[in-house]
């Protein structure tokens, strides 16, 4: 009696337990592969890139001078102000030249007069040789004719020489521009008395030519040997947002006793607008290169002091990552961790963070 009962029940033992393990079955399946989310990417790599360091510079003009009284006299006329463009010959100041016109006619004179004995010296001194010749005057005559014309051609000399000083005096009182630029400093006021010295002579004005420009750059001793082999600098604008690749790159042969610091003269290309002399910059110089890990600047995305890119993992999944980051090389900046050699990065992190919003709200599939 029991037989027919035990079998049934077995029997629904069995297929409770194959339909409880095809349940099972479906539940531990693995899920549908996700389809890759329609973004840009790049995969991070390792790549050679220069290592930067950056150093305060000032910039200065390559062409730079402070025209100084040459003469003694008074500021008669001011043609010009500090901000003013001039071009090379422009008169920029002159002064009073009573003076210094009064000499050089007094020394025009005197040439004119030593001059006028000089050719009657020589005169002389011909026609005594020439009766010399034929025996009819002593030796000693003819000495002394030639020691007169000898004198006299020293004298006309000395007084060329004294009128073209006196001309040059003359020629101070005007003062010209010495190559085209900016003034950049007025020392004197109109009716001023200026002198030549001593102890020293008076300046009058500052000049700069803003068509080339350098930075002067204090380096510390332990990195300049590193900048020296490199020479290779960008001089950094617009609080970095924009970089002008350096012409040249010079490192002064000789320290600062006081401050253990060589001097770095980094040349600005012609027509970089923006820098003006005494303005301070920052200058980065390439220390080494060496390979690194680097992301572009627009794949960062910043919240608040952190930052960070939209990584794509292998299953298609997108997740902001944080990272920490080193140096800037260009636009690109160096990652020191958070990332791997290998992994894909979203190109535009702004439409990563719209694809993922859309996946939350359910907009798109899985």
């Known amino acids: 009696m029991q037989g027919p009962w035990i079998w049934t029940a077995w029997r629904t033992v069995a297929l409770l337990a194959v339909a409880s393990l095809a349940a099972c079955g479906r539940e531990s399946a693995p ?30 003009a390559i ?4 025209l100084a009284a040459q003469t003694n006299a008074r500021v008669r006329e001011l043609a010009v102000d500090a901000g003013d463009r001039v071009a090379k010959g422009d008169v920029l100041l ?67 020489a004294q009128s073209r000083s006196a001309a040059q005096q003359a020629d101070y009182t005007i003062v010209r521009a010495p190559f085209d630029g900016v003034v950049t400093q007025r020392f004197v006021e109109l009716g001023q008395a200026v002198q030549s010295g001593p102890p020293q002579p008076q300046a009058l004005l500052a000049l700069a030519a803003l068509d080339a420009l350098r930075v002067d750059v204090p380096v510390a001793q332990g990195t300049v040997d590193a900048i020296r082999a490199q020479a290779k ?15 040249s790159v010079v490192v002064l042969p000789t320290a600062d006793p006081a401050t253990h610091t060589f001097r770095v003269r980094v040349g600005v290309p012609v027509g970089t607008a923006g820098l003006w002399p005494g ?18 600047a627009g794949a960062l995305v910043r919240r608040g002091e952190i930052d960070g890119v939209y990584v794509v993992d292998a299953d298609h999944g997108v997740g902001l990552r944080l990272l920490r980051l080193g140096h800037r090389s260009g636009d690109e900046l160096e990652v020191l961790s958070g990332l791997a050699a290998g992994e894909r990065v979203a190109s535009d992190p702004q439409a990563a963070a719209r694809w993922l919003a859309a996946r939350h709200a359910g907009k798109v599939g899985p």
Do not use: C, Y
């Not at 549908?32 to 910039?59: I, K, S």
């Not at 062409?63 to 402070?66: D, K, L, P």
């Not at 980065?284 to 690194?292: C, H, I, L, N």
């Open 94 to 160: 002159r002064l009073t030249d009573v003076e210094q016109n009064s000499g050089r006619r007094s020394a025009e004179a005197a040439v004119t007069a030593t001059r006028a004995e000089a050719v009657q010296a020589e005169a002389n001194w011909r026609r005594i040789d020439e009766i010399h010749a034929r025996k009819l005057v002593a030796r000693a005559d003819l000495d002394a004719a030639t020691a007169r014309r000898d004198a006299a051609r020293a004298a006309l000399a000395s007084a060329e």
């Open 233 to 247: 600098a960008s001089i950094v604008l617009d609080g970095g947002s924009r970089r002008v690749p350096a012409a």
């Open 31 to 60: 899920p549908r592969p996700a389809a890759a989310p329609p973004l840009e990417t790049f995969v991070v790599a390792r790549t050679d890139a220069p290592h930067e360091r950056l150093w305060d510079g000032v910039v200065a």
């Open 63 to 66: 062409n730079e001078t402070t």
């Open 279 to 296: 303005m301070a910059v920052k200058v980065a110089f390439v220390a080494d290169v060496a390979p690194r890990l680097l992301v572009p």
